[in-house]
């Protein structure tokens, strides 16, 4: 396994998770706590589940700021009664027989059961690695609103690789869904590696 070449070799990134009842500030919270350490955010999202919510912060610091976040994430889990997972990083590798180049690609389709599943399962018959993956429901107003489902892939391809192929099964998938391929798969240059 190599390394990625990375922006920054000084930096260490980090996984951190708030869970539990939901509050006014929770973000706020997670935020000042990095932000208090010298970290700063890469991504975040935040999810209500009923009374509950879940918060997820991809970290970058430098490695001893990671080590302090790490061994005062109490204070977190005091300020907030929240259960918090810190997890820090390794830098990341590819893996023998990949190529190190990042791909890229976006659909919109309708949204329903089975869409996310049926495309995965194409992606792991090209033995592509999934490096990140966001998708989001939305309805569409209208005299007959619509909810579409919008989903980003970012993966790591074999050294071999069958472009046309790939590119034909997916576009399949998508027509069968009533949607469409808003960006085809492409290396997607100066992504950071993480999330």
């Not at 990375?6 to 930096?11: A, G, H, I, M, W």
């Not at 260490?12 to 919270?29: C, E, K, T, V, Y």
């Not at 919510?53 to 061994?71: G, L």
């Not at 309708?110 to 993956?133: F, K, Q």
Request: overall charge negative; hydrophobic content about 40%.
């Amino acid at each position: 396994m190599t390394t990625s070449p990375t922006v920054n070799q000084d930096k260490q990134h980090a996984a951190l998770w708030l869970i539990g009842a939901d509050m006014p500030g929770l973000l706020r919270l997670g935020a000042e706590f990095v932000r208090n350490y010298g970290g700063n955010i890469d991504k975040d999202i935040a999810d209500k589940f009923g009374e509950s919510a879940v918060v997820f912060m991809s970290v970058t610091a430098d490695p001893k700021d990671i080590e302090r976040m790490d061994k005062n994430k109490g204070e977190l889990k005091d300020a907030s009664g929240c259960g918090v997972v810190f997890q820090p990083m390794q830098e990341p590798t590819v893996p023998e027989g990949y190529q190190a180049d990042l791909y890229g690609f976006d659909i919109v389709t309708d949204d329903r059961a089975g869409l996310i599943a049926e495309i995965s399962e194409v992606v792991d018959t090209y033995e592509m690695l999934i490096v990140g993956h966001t998708g989001e429901r939305r309805v569409v107003p209208g005299p007959r609103p619509l909810v579409q489902g919008g989903q980003k892939f970012i993966v790591m391809l074999p050294s071999e690789f069958d472009h046309g192929s790939f590119n034909r099964q997916l576009g399949d998938i998508v027509k069968k869904y009533n949607g469409q391929v808003v960006t085809p798969l492409r290396v997607v240059p100066g992504l950071l590696w993480w999330w």
